[in-house]
Each structure stands twice: as C-alpha cells, then as structure tokens.
C-alpha cells in the first residue's frame, strides 16, 4: 500500500486510527486481561496478530468504499501457525466468527475448521506490509500447559481467545466513540466497609438464634481473610444466613488476598432477583450487575448513565459483584461464540460463588465439576459451594483436583443444625387428590408442593376458592411474580393463603407458610420444600409439620432414581436434614446414575479425543436441554407487547420484554395448539397465542391438549 497509510477503523465523523494503533492498543489491553493466569505472552502476540489481514490492499479499499470481500482474519492465524503458535492461531482465527473446530488435515480451504482455514493461506490477498511495522514475539506458555495436548489447552485457548476479542472490542469502541468506557472502580476494600455498616447492627446478638447466625458469619470472615485460594464448600442449614455469610467471605478473601471480583452463580432466576436486590441494598446499586435472561438494559427508554453502564458490562462482566445464572456461567465456559465468551477472563482472579450447588443439573455434573476445576487450578480462582444440602461431589473434584481438597468454612461445631431445626416430618402415606384437597382446605395457610403440571392444576381445581392459588410454569413469569406478591401479603396480614405448586417455588422463593405438603420426591426436593415452612422460625417446630405424601398420578420416570434414593436415606435417618443424611442422599443418587448419566453429551470424551473441538463442544453443552417451545400470551401487559410485534416492531428489546409473557410447553402440547388454530407460529420458532381463552388468570395455559408429562417445575 505504498503512498497510503494502512488503516483499521474510519469513524462516522472522519476520524480514522492506523492498524498498527489498533494491533498496540489491542495487545495491550489483552496482555493485562489475561495477567490472573500467567497468559500475558500468548495474549500480547494474539493482540499483535489478530488484524494484519486488513494490510491487504483488498481490506484497504473495502475501508474505504468499494465493496469488495477480504478475509482479514485468516492471516494473523496463518502467521501464528507458522511459529507453532497453536492457541493464538484459534484465538485469531476466531475473533469474529467464533473459535472453529481443529478439524483434520484432510479438509478442505472451503470448510470452517482451522485446517481449512490455514489452507487458503494462498487464495489470500497480500498481506507483507505488516512486516514493516509489527514484529510478532515467539511466546511462552504457561507452565501448566507444558505437557501433551488434553482439554486443559481447550480451556486455555478459550481463555486466551475472551481476553482478544474483549480487547479488540474495547479499543475499536473507545476510537469510534472518542473516549474509552467508563469502569467501575469501587475497590474490595470499599465494598468491605459497606458490608461492615450493614451488619453492624446485628452485634451483639439477641436471642440464641441470631447468636448462631453471627458465629456463622464471624467463622466465614476469618476463613476468608486466614485460607488460602482454592476450592471450599459452606454447608449452611435453611435460615443460617448463608447468603450474607457467604458475601462476607467472598469479600474478606478478595481484599486479602488481590481477587478482583465477586461473582454470584444461582440456578434459577426465581431466586437471583431476590439475591441481587440484597446485594444492591448492602453493596449499592451502582456496583452490582445482574445479568440473566429475564433482566432487560432498555436504553432506549432509559439511557441514564447507570443503565449504560450496567448493559455494557453484560458483554464482559467488569463489575465488582456479578450475579448470574448457572446456564449463563457454565454455558459462556464451553462456548465458542464471541458474544459469550468475552467474559471469561473476568472470571479469572475472582471469587466464585456457587449457590445451590445441588441444583448443578446431572447431565453435565462431570462437564460443570471440571470447569470449576480448572477455575481454581490454574485460572486463580476461588470456588465456594454453598448450599443447605450439600451434594456428595467430593470423589469428583478428587479426581479431576487431586492436589486440591475442598475445605469447609463452617464446621459443625460451629453450625449446630438443631439450632436451625424449624419444621418436623411426618409421612402420610398415599393420597387421591380429593383427600388431599380436603386436608388443605382444612387449613387456612398452607403449601402444597407436587410433581407435574397437570397434578397442581388437579388439585387447585379441587380447592375452596377463597385464598386458593397455584403456581406453575404454564403460568408465564410476570403472571407468577403478581400471584407470589399477592401471596406474601396474605400470609403476612394472616389471610387464608392456600397454595399448590410445582417445585418452582422450592428454590429459595421467600415464603413462610405454617405448613407444607410434599409429593415424594429426592431428598433435596423435599429438604427445599421444608426451607418454605416456618422460614422464619416464629412457630415451634413440633407445631410446624412437612407432610410427604405419595400422590395420585405416578410420578415422572424423569424422577425415579432421586425418589428411590430419597425412600433409602428416610428409611435409615429419622433426622432428614442432618448432614450424614444428606450426605448419604447424594452419593446413593450419584451411584445410581453413575458416570455416563454424569456427562451425556460426552463433553469430556470429546475433549479428550477430538482436535481443538470448540464448535461442536458449543453445539453439545445446553445446561437447560428440554425440548420445549415457547407461546408468547397476551395476558397483563403482554397484549401490547403482542400488539406491538403484529405491528413490525420484532426487534431484540421486543422479545426480551415478551419473555415476562412467555410460557414453555412440550412438542405435543405445542402441535395440539397449533393444529386446534390456537397458535400463530413465529419465523424463530415461538408462537402467540390467538385464544385468550386457553389462558385462565388462575392457572395459566389450558393442559387439554398436554399429554400430561408436564415439566416438573
């Protein structure tokens, strides 16, 4: 390009920036993103890399108008090839389409794996200026990738390829906008001190239960600011204070020990909202990012400084506390999609809360356990389970850490359970759902928690209609959030409040209800279920009973192996919330379904025995994996929501506010619907709902046309 100054960006207003400006401010930016695990070297080359490409004269003058193709992303990887610079040749090769499979070397330059990808070297446009004015450094690896390739070079090139793209990104944003991105930079130390005004009115304690509640938190501050990083788990009974306790050792280990951030892993978003608004409320707003698929950064409506920001950092997680949803955490970890994994480096040199740790779905237990593994060996990162009924995931981490054992923050002399004991249980036997009703409605506050859809429309059907209310996904999230404020604010002014719901309301949903009635189900299940009886502890717990009762309708095949691990421990253990029971729960479980169930996708086989296999790793790992459709429903503010999509307006800020009106059903439910005229089928799958009638303010979504095997939450 001789006579021309070779360029990467041209801005609306004329501005342009050099290549040689991007590649600098890009390696730059990646060599301190990827400091946490020793990757500076790979970084700092793949930064340099990544666009010597757009040197070409095809790219040049593409920048400047004509429209022409070129392959500007291709050559930094050729390059690094070369110099056997294995993991940034994918991290270049990817960083605008996505890491691609290795491939073999039988490909063809047509297909989308790196070895295809290096065999169009020579239907490439010159490139050589780049010669000129970059050199690129042979780099060093770090020390834990100095064996034979395995998966931990997988999840290293991940890593190394989130530090690029996050890098390229924010240098090409702070040019076209003329300034960088704002950062949060509220410091652990300053977060600490929040903490510490909050809780300072709880010392000294009154009462003996609050007296156990502040040892609890007093232990997990000292083992924060006294252990070293690695792996540990805080067994917590229902009503410990464990997420408040957990914060203060996430927290006291951060600042001792130069981690930068927090981060907040919960199964579902029923609990996450709650979660955040507490962190909010000790920490502030403006240092708490929440980010999960029912949340929406509308900055079109609201583009206030906070809320930019706020969204922004959805892309990369550079907050102080992250509160996220296991899907968004664990499918970001096996991702090779840009979009998802800008992030993960900002996990590196975090603490990494793992809340409801039992809730780790089976089917990717072993995939999910390694990740976590390798999080803690080698990305800097320290890793609590914390939960109330820990799961049996010791022989794992041994096997996948054995160098690494998991330490316990709060022993049991510390957080004796007959303390926390709140409820009693009785087994009731087997129950018809008329018998069951009755005994309901024989009571004027009571939870009735079964297994399937169908059983809690059966049931409610059956129950007195004053103060009765169900609860179940046919009911879309909005319509769920109205009924559980409206339950609160019975229970708490002490109106008649009857509830049947399926286990959706088992995951840390804040209710407190005098009784509970549970369909048999996995220990777990059922010890979640007692955590909504007498949560507060204002009733004796002889008075406070949990009835687990056999129901009408078979339990799902989807359940029997938990409900056959549950009948051997509560054959064995009076005291089901006692930890040998729990224990003893969990490992029968995990024995019964054995390694294969652990990991059904082969996720690790894969990694083990395929080249560099990103894509197909992506397409394989889906935590939530139910072959579900989604009915948009005009019900509260949906109507206009579905107004607005009939009338063109189907952008992405559209469907993430429909997703308040959406409800999940099964392939036969959905084909019933459709075929009685009831749906109108959208372009990307979902549907809208044309009968208003089929959606009941009770119950949600008629089940008519179900075949019964409704979800279990």
Same mark, same amino acid.
């Given at each position: 390009?001789?006579?021309?100054?070779?360029?990467?960006?041209?801005?609306?207003?004329?501005?342009?920036?050099?290549?040689?400006?991007?590649?600098?401010?890009?390696?730059?930016?990646?060599?301190?993103?990827?400091?946490?695990?020793?990757?500076?070297?790979?970084?700092?080359?793949?930064?340099?890399?990544?666009?010597?490409?757009?040197?070409?004269?095809?790219?040049?003058?593409?920048?400047?108008? #004509?429209?022409?193709?070129?392959?500007?992303?291709?050559?930094?990887?050729?390059?690094?090839?070369?110099?056997?610079?294995?993991?940034?040749?994918?991290?270049?090769?990817?960083?605008?389409?996505?890491?691609?499979? +290795?491939? @073999?070397?039988?490909?063809?330059?047509?297909?989308?794996?790196?070895? =295809?990808?290096?065999?169009?070297?020579?239907?490439?446009?010159?490139?050589?200026?780049?010669?000129?004015?970059?050199?690129?450094?042979?780099?060093?690896?770090?020390?834990?990738?100095?064996?034979?390739?395995?998966? !931990?070079?997988?999840?290293?090139?991940?890593?190394?390829?989130? #530090?690029?793209?996050?890098?390229?990104?924010?240098?090409?944003?702070?040019?076209?906008?003329?300034?960088?991105? /704002?950062?949060?930079?509220?410091?652990?130390?300053?977060?600490?001190?929040?903490? &510490?005004?909050?809780?300072?009115?709880?010392?000294?304690?009154?009462?003996?239960?609050?007296?156990?509640?502040?040892?609890?938190?007093?232990? #997990?501050?000292?083992?924060?600011?006294?252990?070293?990083?690695?792996?540990?788990?805080?067994?917590?009974?229902?009503?410990?204070?464990?997420?408040?306790?957990?914060?203060?050792?996430?927290?006291?280990?951060?600042?001792?020990?130069?981690?930068?951030?927090?981060?907040?892993?919960?199964?579902?978003?029923?609990?996450?909202?709650?979660? %955040?608004?507490?962190?909010? /409320?000790?920490?502030?707003? /403006?240092?708490?990012?929440?980010?999960?698929?029912?949340?929406?950064?509308?900055?079109?409506?609201?583009?206030?400084?906070?809320?930019?920001?706020?969204?922004?950092?959805?892309?990369?997680?550079?907050?102080?506390?992250?509160?996220?949803?296991?899907? &968004?955490?664990?499918?970001?970890?096996?991702?090779?999609? @840009?979009?998802?994994?800008?992030?993960?480096?900002? *996990?590196?040199?975090?603490?990494?809360?793992?809340?409801?740790?039992?809730?780790?779905? $089976?089917?990717?237990?072993?995939?999910?356990?390694?990740? *976590?593994?390798?999080?803690?060996?080698?990305?800097?990162?320290?890793?609590?389970?914390?939960?109330?009924?820990?799961?049996?995931?010791?022989?794992?981490?041994?096997?996948? $850490?054995?160098?690494?054992?998991?330490?316990?923050?709060?022993?049991?002399? *510390?957080?004796?359970?007959?303390?926390?004991?709140?409820?009693?249980?009785?087994?009731?036997?087997?129950?018809?759902?008329?018998?069951?009703?009755?005994?309901?409605?024989?009571?004027?506050?009571?939870?009735?928690?079964?297994?399937?859809?169908?059983?809690?429309?059966?049931?409610?059907?059956?129950?007195?209609?004053?103060?009765?209310?169900?609860?179940?996904?046919?009911?879309?999230? @909005?319509?769920?959030?109205?009924?559980?404020?409206?339950?609160?604010?019975?229970?708490?002014?002490?109106?008649?409040?009857?509830?049947?719901?399926?286990?959706?309301?088992?995951?840390?949903?804040?209710?407190?209800?005098?009784?509970?009635?549970?369909?048999?189900?996995?220990?777990?299940?059922?010890?979640?279920?007692?955590?909504?009886?007498?949560?507060?502890?204002?009733?004796?717990?002889?008075?406070?009973?949990?009835?687990?009762?056999?129901?009408?309708?078979?339990?799902?095949?989807?359940?029997?192996?938990?409900?056959? %691990?549950?009948?051997?421990?509560?054959?064995?253990?009076?005291?089901?919330?006692?930890?040998?029971?729990?224990?003893?729960?969990?490992? !029968?479980?995990?024995?019964?379904?054995?390694?294969?169930?652990?990991?059904?996708?082969?996720?690790?086989?894969?990694?083990?025995?395929?080249?560099?296999?990103?894509?197909?790793?992506?397409?394989?790992?889906?935590?939530?994996?139910?072959?579900?459709?989604?009915?948009?429903?005009?019900?509260?503010?949906? %109507?206009?929501?579905?107004?607005?999509?009939?009338?063109?307006?189907? =952008?992405?800020?559209?469907?993430?506010?429909? +997703?308040?009106?959406?409800?999940?059903?099964?392939?036969?439910?959905?084909?019933?619907?459709?075929?009685?005229?009831?749906?109108?089928?959208?372009?990307? =799958?979902?549907?809208?709902?044309?009968?208003?009638?089929?959606?009941?303010?009770?119950?949600?979504?008629?089940?008519?046309?179900? @075949?019964?095997?409704?979800?279990?939450?």
């Amino acid at each position: 390009m001789e006579g021309f100054t070779c360029l990467a960006h041209v801005a609306d207003d004329g501005r342009s920036q050099t290549i040689l400006s991007h590649l600098q401010g890009t390696a730059g930016l990646a060599k301190r993103f990827a400091m946490p695990f020793g990757g500076e070297a790979q970084a700092e080359l793949a930064g340099l890399a990544h666009d010597i490409g757009k040197y070409s004269d095809a790219f040049q003058k593409r920048l400047r108008g #004509c429209p022409i193709q070129a392959d500007h992303s291709t050559a930094g990887a050729v390059e690094c090839w070369e110099r056997r610079q294995l993991f940034a040749a994918f991290a270049v090769a990817g960083h605008h389409g996505g890491l691609p499979d +290795g491939g @073999s070397q039988t490909d063809r330059p047509d297909q989308a794996t790196l070895w =295809g990808r290096l065999k169009r070297k020579e239907s490439l446009e010159p490139y050589g200026d780049w010669e000129q004015e970059i050199t690129l450094p042979q780099a060093g690896v770090p020390p834990f990738l100095m064996k034979p390739s395995g998966p !931990e070079w997988i999840f290293f090139t991940r890593m190394l390829y989130s #530090c690029l793209v996050d890098a390229d990104f924010l240098d090409t944003e702070a040019f076209m906008d003329g300034r960088s991105r /704002e950062r949060n930079e509220t410091s652990m130390e300053a977060l600490w001190d929040r903490l &510490q005004s909050y809780i300072s009115g709880w010392f000294p304690p009154k009462g003996e239960l609050n007296r156990r509640r502040c040892q609890i938190l007093e232990r #997990c501050i000292q083992e924060g600011e006294g252990r070293t990083p690695g792996l540990f788990s805080l067994t917590v009974p229902t009503g410990g204070g464990k997420t408040v306790a957990s914060l203060a050792f996430a927290l006291a280990h951060a600042k001792k020990h130069g981690l930068r951030r927090v981060i907040y892993v919960i199964p579902y978003t029923s609990i996450i909202e709650q979660n %955040a608004e507490v962190f909010r /409320e000790i920490l502030g707003r /403006e240092n708490v990012l929440e980010h999960h698929s029912n949340l929406l950064y509308d900055l079109e409506r609201e583009a206030r400084p906070h809320t930019i920001r706020l969204a922004k950092a959805t892309e990369n997680w550079d907050m102080p506390v992250v509160v996220t949803t296991a899907v &968004q955490f664990f499918e970001s970890l096996y991702a090779c999609r @840009s979009s998802q994994c800008r992030k993960l480096h900002n *996990i590196a040199g975090s603490v990494v809360i793992f809340d409801e740790a039992q809730m780790l779905p $089976l089917p990717y237990l072993r995939p999910c356990v390694w990740a *976590i593994s390798q999080l803690v060996a080698h990305y800097n990162v320290s890793a609590v389970l914390c939960t109330a009924t820990q799961p049996a995931l010791e022989p794992i981490f041994r096997e996948f $850490l054995p160098n690494i054992s998991m330490r316990e923050l709060c022993p049991p002399d *510390i957080c004796r359970w007959e303390v926390f004991r709140r409820v009693s249980f009785r087994q009731a036997g087997g129950m018809t759902w008329d018998a069951l009703a009755a005994q309901l409605n024989a009571h004027s506050q009571v939870l009735c928690i079964v297994n399937t859809r169908k059983a809690a429309q059966e049931v409610y059907g059956r129950l007195d209609n004053t103060g009765s209310f169900h609860l179940s996904t046919l009911m879309c999230p @909005s319509h769920r959030k109205e009924q559980l404020r409206e339950m609160r604010r019975r229970l708490k002014e002490g109106l008649p409040c009857r509830v049947v719901s399926t286990s959706l309301i088992e995951a840390g949903v804040d209710v407190d209800f005098p009784t509970v009635f549970r369909e048999t189900a996995g220990l777990d299940s059922i010890l979640q279920a007692a955590g909504r009886c007498n949560r507060e502890g204002k009733r004796p717990a002889a008075e406070s009973i949990v009835y687990i009762f056999e129901g009408e309708a078979p339990a799902p095949p989807l359940f029997s192996d938990a409900i056959g %691990a549950g009948k051997t421990v509560m054959s064995r253990y009076t005291d089901l919330t006692s930890r040998e029971a729990v224990h003893r729960y969990f490992s !029968e479980l995990l024995d019964l379904k054995g390694k294969e169930a652990q990991d059904k996708e082969k996720i690790l086989s894969l990694q083990q025995s395929a080249f560099f296999p990103f894509r197909t790793v992506a397409e394989r790992f889906h935590l939530i994996d139910t072959p579900t459709r989604t009915v948009y429903v005009p019900w509260g503010e949906g %109507a206009g929501l579905i107004e607005q999509l009939y009338a063109g307006g189907g =952008g992405r800020i559209l469907f993430r506010q429909l +997703g308040q009106y959406g409800v999940s059903v099964y392939e036969q439910h959905f084909a019933a619907l459709e075929a009685a005229g009831d749906l109108e089928v959208l372009e990307n =799958g979902a549907a809208i709902l044309r009968n208003p009638a089929l959606y009941a303010a009770e119950t949600g979504l008629s089940l008519e046309a179900d @075949s019964g095997k409704g979800l279990f939450i």
